[in-house]
């Protein structure tokens, strides 16, 4: 297998789901799983920015689900971040999205059924994490590259929107990317007028 292992802490205060949720993930190989029964401990823990996803119960004692996702998004901007609760109460559901949750899940029903969605939507999140990075790093080699030729350069994409403008265009039009990124309409053409 030439995938990397997913490392998922899952935060819940009823410590009897956290080993079933945990054998059952590991079961396949492809998840290593840390369990904590408090958001506030997790919190505090230095080892929290090691995982790649989270998963976490809603009501718990101390720090609510909610709670600890505006935490983890304001500490780890998208650490991908699944709400997994009994409760299903529609303000829950919408405070959860409001916040930049990845994905709700009900507990409840067959176990085997909702452990192997939990795995599913641990793998979605993950990848589209992953997919989210590379495009940033893929456009910052892009953006460096430009910026670095000597003639002056600029970039629209088929909306006609500039998404490029290097620093030699910058001092010939005297026009700084900051002012000129962004916008649309052929108004990259204005400096040269």
Do not use: C
Request: charged share 25%; proline share 3%.
């Amino acid at each position: 297998m030439g995938t990397a292992m997913i490392s998922v802490l899952y935060v819940d205060d009823e410590q009897d789901l956290l080993e079933v949720a945990r054998l059952f993930l590991e079961e396949s190989g492809e998840f290593t799983v840390g369990t904590s029964t408090s958001a506030q401990d997790v919190l505090a823990s230095p080892s929290i920015s090691s995982y790649d996803a989270i998963i976490s119960d809603y009501l718990m004692p101390g720090m609510n689900g909610i709670d600890f996702l505006k935490e983890i998004r304001e500490r780890f901007g998208d650490l991908p971040f699944i709400l997994f609760t009994g409760r299903g109460r529609e303000e829950v559901v919408i405070d959860a999205i409001n916040n930049g949750v990845d994905f709700y899940l009900q507990k409840g029903g067959d176990p085997e059924a909702q452990f192997a969605e939990l795995a599913h939507k641990i793998r979605q999140a993950v990848a589209r994490r992953q997919a989210e990075q590379q495009r940033t790093e893929s456009e910052k080699r892009l953006h460096d590259i430009i910026n670095f030729l000597p003639d002056a350069t600029f970039a629209i994409d088929r909306t006609g929107t500039v998404i490029a403008w290097n620093r030699a265009i910058e001092e010939m039009t005297a026009v700084a990317a900051a002012d000129m990124l962004g916008k649309g309409d052929h108004e990259y053409a204005i400096p040269f007028y």
